[in-house]
């Protein structure tokens, strides 16, 4: 028996797209695989996550007709698919094993997860019971996702005698997420004796993005199978049997992927998804001849290709020679369009209607604001007129303290960079310049070097308002994705002034994260669905 996993990238809400690809899908299996079993993803047809959408009336009645069109349109081959179901008033997360015509069984997920980017208790029942169902001599074990992060759910498979568990999912990306749902996964298959398969979808929806990783888990525990990351295909895994019960044939296993390759991944697929599933043809960033701007240009032309990409120079008085060759110098490089648009028109006069309300005040960050919107202005003018969307280049260790500025390099579509410490940028940085050998240096080595600076006043430097980026980075992680205290992060062997600073300037950005635009999730905790920081606050 051959069983395909079909890791495939769906599109939210796009019902019709989704029940096309899933019989396109289905038939490849059948016809050019041979499959004799096709698994899907969590929410195939509707995509996931569908968040509101679920409670529109007509999500209703297009997600029934499209599981009546999955269900008739092909035979010859078993299909476990997964859809909201609609009860009454109730909706479940559920998934049906279709066969020439016929719904052989239902399965609603009994376990919903309601913490870091899940609040599937917003929308969902949960499903009472496990569902087992007899498929050409086996006895299939049908769950979802959470179903197999507790142990009660296979242990009630296998109990109502489930020879096989079969797993449908759309579970995010996040560094290490891999290799943690594989040791849960394994441990399931450990706890009851019989093997698991596991499918995961790929694509970016909004900020999240879900890497696939598919794959196949023998009664011991034993991985057999893996899927390459971030790659949308079908994968066959082939099935024996023993007088034990069901044994899976060995197959390919892909490598999990390093660190920054896969974070580097993530933030292609994210970007690239975002910009086509929202229906941009190209994009338009500002390149300032940084290390953040760089990197974001690289992921936009690896997304989108180099003809899709513009890139602007938007040099002020305060801007460096260097980094004005460095960002023509890496455009060329990439390949990608770009134009010089110097803001000290739009700067001068701006000052100039403002002198007379200005007059006795010294200059400060309100003159270093208003060369961050001038440059917003032109952006936003390109995208106005072009239909490009604005990509932003902030990451995490400024949005964290609000190192941007509204209206100004905040100014935009997407942020791909948002959920990166700086001290990832230079990892990413270094990964992408020796990714292609033949593109050669694609990121200037003194755009690496360099002491990090916004240029918006003489001789400014990151580090005049900023600790170090090693040490601000390390505040940052504790606090917002281990909710430690500054006790505990100071304890680690911070300066506790330092720290209490951060964390103060992390309190008072809120206002602006709020108003941010969403960018790719690539940590355990990122700004956005799972950061929920009250903007007034007292603690």
């Avoid at 179903?147 to 990306?173: F, Q």
């Avoid at 290490?176 to 040791?183: L, T, V």
Wanted: proline content about 5%; charged content about 25%.
């Amino acid at each position: 028996m051959k069983v395909g996993l079909a890791q495939l990238n769906t599109h939210v809400g796009a019902i019709d797209t989704n029940t096309k690809k899933v019989l396109a899908t289905a038939k490849r299996a059948r016809d050019e695989l041979g499959c004799d079993l096709l698994i899907f993803p969590e929410l195939t047809l509707s995509g996931y996550p569908p968040e509101d959408l679920l409670l529109h009336r007509g999500m209703r009645l297009r997600v029934q007709a499209a599981l009546d069109e999955v269900r008739s349109g092909i035979d010859g081959i078993g299909l476990y698919v997964g859809f909201p179901e609609y009860d009454g008033d109730f909706i479940y997360n559920s998934g049906a094993l279709l066969r020439d015509g016929s719904e052989l069984a239902r399965h609603r997920k009994q376990v919903l997860p309601n913490y870091a980017v899940f609040d599937e208790k917003r929308y969902f029942q949960s499903g009472t019971g496990p569902t087992v169902v007899e498929y050409e001599g086996i006895r299939l074990g049908l769950t979802i996702c959470e179903d197999t992060w507790e142990s009660a759910p296979c242990a009630a498979a296998r109990a109502a005698g489930a020879d096989l568990i079969l797993v449908s999912n759309g579970s995010p990306y996040h560094l290490g997420s891999q290799a943690s749902r594989e040791a849960v996964l394994s441990e399931r298959a450990r706890e009851n004796g019989i093997p698991l398969l596991y499918v995961n979808m790929v694509g970016g929806q909004d900020e999240l993005v879900f890497d696939g990783g598919s794959v196949a888990i023998d009664a011991a525990g034993d991985i057999v199978f893996r899927a390459p990351a971030f790659e949308e295909d079908v994968y066959v895994v082939e099935l024996g049997s023993t007088g034990g019960g069901v044994q899976l044939e060995p197959g390919e296993i892909a490598p999990q992927l390093p660190e920054a390759e896969s974070v580097y991944n993530a933030l292609v697929l994210g970007t690239r998804d975002y910009v086509d599933k929202n229906g941009f043809d190209s994009i338009v960033l500002g390149l300032s001849g940084g290390i953040d701007s760089a990197l974001t240009l690289c992921v936009a032309v690896d997304a989108l290709g180099a003809d899709r990409v513009h890139a602007v120079m938007m040099p002020s008085r305060y801007t460096s020679t260097m980094s004005i060759e460095d960002a023509a110098r890496q455009a060329s490089n990439l390949g990608a369009h770009y134009d010089t648009l110097s803001i000290e028109p739009i700067f001068a006069a701006t000052l100039t209607v403002l002198e007379d309300l200005f007059e006795g005040l010294a200059p400060d960050a309100t003159e270093e604001n208003i060369q961050a919107r001038c440059r917003g202005i032109l952006l936003m003018a390109l995208s106005n007129k072009t239909g490009k969307m604005v990509l932003t280049t902030g990451n995490k260790s400024e949005m964290a303290v609000g190192y941007a500025t509204l209206y100004g390099d905040m100014a935009g579509g997407f942020a791909p960079l948002k959920d990166c410490s700086k001290t990832l940028v230079y990892q990413l940085a270094r990964y992408r310049n020796g990714l292609n050998a033949s593109q050669g240096e694609v990121i200037p080595e003194r755009v690496l070097t360099r002491e990090p600076s916004a240029e918006l006043r003489p001789e400014q430097k990151d580090s005049d308002s900023l600790p170090p980026y090693a040490i601000l980075d390390a505040i940052l992680e504790a606090f917002i994705e281990k909710d430690y205290s500054v006790e505990q992060i100071a304890a680690l062997g911070f300066d506790r002034d330092i720290v209490g600073q951060v964390l103060e300037l992390v309190k008072r950005a809120e206002y602006k994260r709020r108003q941010a635009p969403p960018g790719v999730r690539v940590s355990g905790r990122a700004f956005g669905r799972d950061w929920r920081y009250p903007i007034t606050s007292g603690y």
